[in-house]
């Protein structure tokens, strides 16, 4: 019988304390094979309940967002949670018809909420029309889909997420107070004058395509296939993986500038580390952000094949510097500091901006929450036996900091 995930999480604690505990007995004495032996032993363990758990955390993260939107729409409309919950089953029960059959295969009650989700996201979108219309995401939808792109990179697990109902400019303000200080003043003397200067950065949205999907009827006929659930799939992985992209290396230029794009460098490497990093340069990376970013949610961010790297790395008694969270939902560490996977950072190389540390919360993205989903019928499809989706939606990021709570190590040119 499976394990339960508060059972796995439990095993994952006690491998966890194991290795600590391995790890703790070579405070005062050198790293040899067979502590090393040791180690990997249990850290393979560790990956592995990791992996099961996170399976087994995906499925309550849907049911909490299901959750979560219900509220979310009864508090809008001033509704019970009860009233909430069946209008979304409405709303989901006509999404799902309409993906199967297009318009034709709704009921006169699913066709009044089609027209109105429809009117309202093409005056908010100025979007076409498609074969057989489109149709704005259900309230359910919209949250699950966030929550499955988080899947495809890193920058949504640890930026700040805002939503708008336009997408229209918006300037976000910005100070840097890293450098201001009061003073002493005498008795009866006047104070100084200290106004903060303050700017903008724009925070700008731009529209993302999933490209078009093409499903087969035989999918679409079958009862038992959670459409829904496989539609999300297909446009968490396409949206997920190009706007991740974005908010990482984004130039600013037609698209979001990404958090590589807008840090400065904190520490370069010394010519000859072109694909290497060493103990000394992340803690130079980490020392380059001013202590007031580091107090509370600074993490270091990486490819994983850039942690590969940095978990061969030994501090001064030849111990590994990985060591696993040990408390429930306490994240695995690097020089004690938590540290984020990202795919679309760059693998060390040369000149590369490989290894990112700060907060990454003043990292901004926007979604504008007007997904819209076409369904297209004509012959491109039809004589395939397939119908096409295309899906819609608005997004942007931007560091909104000018005092460097972000910083990243480039390598080496030569």
């Known amino acids: 019988m499976p394990k339960s995930i508060q059972a796995l999480r439990e095993e994952r604690t006690n491998l966890a304390k194991d290795l600590r505990s391995h790890y703790d007995s070579y405070a005062d004495r050198e790293w040899d094979t067979e502590a090393q032996t040791k180690y ?36 809008r409309h001033n509704i019970s949670e009860d009233e909430a919950s069946h209008q979304g089953e409405l709303n989901a029960q006509a ?56 899947s495809y990179g890193g920058m949504r697990e640890v930026a700040t997420g805002i939503t708008t109902g336009t997408g229209s400019q918006m300037d976000w303000p910005t100070a840097n107070a890293t450098s201001e200080e009061g003073e002493i003043v005498g008795e009866n003397a006047s104070v100084s004058v200290g106004e903060t200067t303050f700017g903008t950065t724009a925070l700008s949205t731009y529209k993302y395509s999933s490209k078009s999907i093409a499903i087969p009827f035989e999918l679409l006929q079958d009862s038992h296939i959670d459409l829904e659930g496989y539609i999300n ?23 979001p500038r990404g958090i590589i794009t807008a840090a400065a460098v904190g520490k370069a490497g010394p010519t000859g580390q072109t694909a290497t990093v ?42 590994p510097l990985w060591l696993p969270g040990i408390a429930d939902g306490e994240p ?15 693998v060390m190389a040369a000149s590369a901006k490989s290894i990112a540390f700060g907060d990454f919360s003043r990292y901004i993205i926007r979604d504008v929450m007007a997904v819209q989903l076409f369904r297209m019928t004509d012959s491109k499809y039809t004589e395939k036996g397939q119908v096409g989706f295309l899906a819609f939606m608005r997004s942007g990021g931007n560091l909104i900091d000018v005092g460097g709570a972000v910083k990243v190590y480039q390598n080496a040119a030569t």
């Open 332 to 346: 695995d560490r690097i020089l004690n500091r938590r540290y984020v996977i990202n795919q679309h950072m760059a």
């Open 95 to 150: 999404f799902v018809a309409w993906m199967r059959g297009g318009a034709s295969a709704l009921s006169d009650e699913q066709r009044r909420l089609l027209a109105q989700r429809t009117a309202g996201v093409q005056n908010a979108m100025s979007t076409g029309t498609g074969s057989e219309g489109g149709y704005t995401t259900t309230n359910e939808f919209v949250p699950q889909l966030i929550a499955a792109m988080k």
């Open 40 to 75: 990997d032993a249990i850290v393979d363990k560790i990956e592995r309940t990791d992996a099961k758990i996170e399976r087994e955390q995906k499925i309550l993260d849907i049911e909490a967002s299901k959750i979560a939107a219900t509220r979310t729409a009864a508090d």
């Open 278 to 319: 060493t103990v000394d340069d992340l803690i130079d990376l980490e020392h380059s952000v001013d202590p007031a970013y580091r107090i509370n949610n600074a993490a270091f961010m990486f490819n994983d094949l850039t942690l590969a790297e940095i978990k061969k790395l030994k501090d001064d008694n030849k111990r």
């Open 233 to 255: 799939g297909l446009l968490a992985t396409r949206l997920g993986r190009i706007t991740n992209k974005h908010f990482t290396v984004g130039t600013g230029s037609g698209q």
